[in-house]
Nanobody, 126 residues
Framework: QVQLVESGGGLVQAGASLRLSCAAS????????MAWFRQAPGKEREFVAR????????HYADSVKGRFTISGDYAKNTVYLQINSLKPEDTAVYYC???????????????????WGQGTQVTISS
């Protein structure tokens, strides 16, 4: 049974940094993509970043490029999201997701990912 467990969220001031973690278990993820999405109150779930486990390639939403970095520790089956220069508009629940056969064309669609974590709340105060 696949499990994704996020951690690292919290309440921080604007301009601060956070590192979110997603620990994955339950199967081999070598052919999977791992991604981060976020959902702010009253808004749809939004793609943030993706890493292809097979070759380590990364992709980002335009809104977070330059401030967010996704990375993976294959030995620990853990994916990280480093967030710098946090802004109030980054406030959201951040979700980790995993799925097979994810492409650049499909990586932004939540429906393409069969596995999800429970989410971790990130709140930025101005």
């Amino acid at each position: 049974q696949v499990q994704l467990v996020e951690s690292g969220g919290g309440l921080v001031q604007a301009g601060a940094s956070l590192r979110l973690s997603c620990a994955a278990s339950g199967r081999t993820f070598s052919s999977y993509s791992m991604a981060w999405f976020r959902q702010a109150p009253g808004k749809e779930r939004e793609f943030v970043a993706r890493i292809a486990w097979s070759n380590g390639s990364t992709h980002y939403a335009d809104s977070v490029k330059g401030r967010f970095t996704i990375s993976g520790d294959y030995a620990k089956n853990t994916v990280y999201l480093q967030i710098n220069s946090l802004k109030p508009e980054d406030t959201a629940v951040y979700y980790c997701a995993a799925g097979p056969a994810i492409t650049i064309a499909t990586m932004t669609s939540p429906g393409r990912y069969p596995y999800w974590g429970q989410g971790t709340q990130v709140t930025i105060s101005s």
